[in-house]
């Protein structure tokens, strides 16, 4: 079949980054198949012929990122894929990977943000980016905050899912002064709260922390499904939107999710 | 350049896989730089120029494979590399992955193997081959076999370097017959045992669990380092090999040493 040669060069390096696409795609296909899994059904989930996704799979077993199985012959994730995955799992850094989700935050919706781990004292502020005017609070990076009181720390309690944390959160609430406790209510306040943040998607606090004060706070997930991080935002509680459909909570929730993604979360499928 | 056309074919068909397989060469770079590095750095390691190394990356961060940080350009592995990994993680199994290796002893030197990881009640067999002329035992797949008079519990109480475990077997010396205790000796018989299997690289018992019956025992690990799994061959004591440079030892060392690195394992440089 005669070419044009110019066509044909640019179609050459094409393919030559095609070929790695394509490889790349019959690991993911395989990886989404649970990790091992037979070649017609390799070539189904890659959408590829099966001899098309044969030799690819060749060149995948002769980099040791898939193996096959000597007696059924289905191919299999190879010691290569889990290093590399081992290595994913360890860069895999929320703080480092919401970066950019704050500068966003703080230019679309001039606020300050932050995103907070759980350490051994409880939330701890890890990163913070404040907007040219900012509100004035007295949380900084390292800035340890309360479970109950703080959007954070909600988010925390109620995502997490986390028997010890939950404990905590109860002995936060036995300590807490009336006027705190006012807030919440019920014969269950802690798990009223959690049902609450869950069914909103994010925490919205008003005036708890801080007087004058809102946030709002969202989970971030890891690959694994664990709630790793929250992204915060908050301001004055006279010109901050806590409304959950407003314009704060979608933007922050939709930015907590392209961490979660980032980090690997696949979401369930909405049932 | 003027090619002639067969070899021209020939070519393009190996440069496609060639491409799918340099793609893999690079993401495995990156990974051993511990999952991100700068553009220098991963063509340094995968022994590529820049610009080839370069093209490749596109194609890996298209794929979401690899991701580039904003501000420092440096690239790391992203979402799409967690998810085969962990995929990859879910998939070891060490008694599927150790099937090879049992058919493989049990023909090398016929003798009865088998593949035992930590259950609830302690080692437990997953499954066994035998050879033609089988020596009667009555270890069965299922079987739990004690920590301290079986190779399999010895190779897990002395290579899992658990504290848990190290407690259980010095529970079981203390409920132990004089005779059993007889084999193992000195002022911490438990920390003596184990100190000796690690230099042996396996566990080496003569008659202790079943008279007549002597058993060597070597430990699969994880790719963390984790041991899963022993391997263990056994054979009647009058004609089965323990001697540790004999004919059992260094070949179940290095078959257990095979399902390691099919798991992932990567041993230590040798010091």
Redesign the interface.
């Given at each position: 079949m005669p070419r044009t040669p110019s066509p044909d060069t640019s179609a050459k390096r094409r393919?030559?980054?095609?070929?790695?696409?394509?490889?790349?795609?019959i690991?993911?296909a395989?990886?989404?198949l649970?990790?091992?899994a037979s070649l017609t059904a390799i070539a189904a989930e890659a959408d590829e012929s099966a001899a098309k996704v044969h030799?690819?799979l060749?060149?995948?077993a002769?980099?040791?990122?898939v193996?096959q199985?000597?007696?059924t012959q289905h191919y299999?994730?190879?010691?290569?894929?889990?290093?590399?995955?081992?290595?994913?799992?360890?860069?895999?850094d929320p703080v480092?990977m919401g970066?950019?989700a704050l500068l966003r935050l703080r230019e679309s919706l001039q606020v300050t943000c932050f995103i907070a781990v759980l350490g051994n004292r409880g939330p701890t502020v890890m990163r913070m980016e404040e907007p040219s005017l900012p509100v004035t609070v007295n949380i900084r990076p390292g800035s340890v905050l309360p479970l109950l009181w703080s959007a954070s720390g909600q988010a925390f309690v109620a995502f997490a899912d986390d028997a010890e944390l939950r404990a905590q959160a109860e002995a936060e609430y036995a300590g807490a002064t009336a006027e705190q406790r006012s807030v919440m209510g019920g014969p269950d306040p802690v798990g009223t709260l959690c049902q609450q943040v869950r069914t909103q998607g994010c925490a919205i606090v008003r005036d708890t922390l801080l007087a004058g004060i809102s946030a709002i706070a969202a989970p971030v997930r890891d690959?694994?499904g664990h709630v790793v991080a929250v992204l915060t935002a908050l301001g004055a509680s006279n010109g901050f939107d806590t409304r959950p459909g407003g314009k704060v909570c979608p933007a922050l929730m939709h930015e907590a999710g392209l961490i979660s993604?980032?980090?690997?979360?696949?979401p369930p499928a909405a049932g």
């Open positions: 393919q030559r980054v095609q070929s790695a696409e394509t490889g790349m795609t690991l993911k395989l990886a989404r649970g990790g091992a030799r690819y060749s060149s995948l002769s980099e040791g990122l193996a199985h000597p007696a299999h994730l190879g010691p290569e894929a889990v290093r590399i995955g081992l290595a994913a799992l360890r860069q895999c480092r970066e950019s690959a694994r993604a980032a980090m690997g979360y696949v």
